[in-house]
């Protein structure tokens, strides 16, 4: 069973929209992270946080933002979605002492 | 940032046979790790290496961490159709020295026919 859960796993919204992808872990981990997978396969970090209140941008320009008030939640919002905003995107999470993340299933997002 | 260089992007093998990826990059790291996506799904760990000349296995798979210590390896032996899907090679390259942020290969898509 996961320990990171992603809501919704599918999404199909209208151009303009608002919209939150919503990232949670039991886990007690303080790092966690936002990655934008296109169908080219590659992993392209948007944004990152290292525990409540902290947050970076990733290495992929996003016109997302992201929050961390809570240890275990980590949304990610796109404030008017447009066609190019559709992807998967793949939230992770990880343990302080370990180097491997878990991810969770992922949203599909698709923006017409 | 520091790329990892994945290869092959994609190879499409009978079942039964044995399979070999490789990553490589112009920086060293200290640890390495293998992961394999299943359509629709998050990445998933399989193996991870954290010494220099380092070979670990998990069940059909064999992952070798490189003596330069810029590459590795992932053998799968004896393919069935359930592996089917996404390998990435990933690590902290050294100069993140919190080691908390991955870089990540491209990505091999491994299609095993019946």
């Known amino acids: 069973e996961a320990d990171i859960y992603q809501t919704p796993r599918y999404l199909v919204i209208g151009t303009g929209k608002k919209i939150t992808l919503e990232c949670s872990q039991t886990?007690?981990?303080?790092?966690m992270y936002w990655y934008q997978q296109d169908p080219g396969m590659e992993l392209h970090l948007i944004h990152y946080s290292y525990g409540v209140n902290s947050t970076e941008k990733g290495d992929l320009s996003s016109e997302s933002t992201v929050s961390r008030i809570r240890t275990e939640h980590f949304p990610l919002t796109l404030e008017s979605a447009r066609p190019s905003h559709t992807s998967q995107y793949l939230c992770a999470s990880r343990a302080d002492r370990a180097y491997g993340y878990t991810f969770g299933s992922g949203t599909r997002l698709t923006v017409v | 940032g520091q790329q990892l260089n994945q290869s092959p992007q994609s190879m499409f093998i009978q079942e039964g046979e044995d399979v070999s990826m490789n990553c490589t990059s112009s920086s060293i790291f200290n640890t390495w790790l293998w992961y394999k996506q299943d359509p629709g799904e998050g990445p998933v760990l399989l193996i991870a290496?954290?010494?220099?000349?380092e070979l670990t296995s998990n069940g059909r798979l064999t992952a070798q961490f490189g003596i330069t210590r810029k590459d590795s390896f992932l053998n799968i032996s004896a393919s069935i159709p359930s592996d089917v899907g996404i390998y990435f090679c990933?690590?902290?390259?050294?100069?993140?020295?919190?080691?908390?942020?991955?870089?990540f290969g491209e990505g091999t898509q491994l299609t095993v026919n019946p």
């Open positions: 886990m007690g981990h303080d790092k």
């Open positions: 990933a690590g902290p390259p050294i100069w993140e020295t919190s080691g908390s942020r991955l870089t």
């Open positions: 290496l954290y010494k220099a000349g």
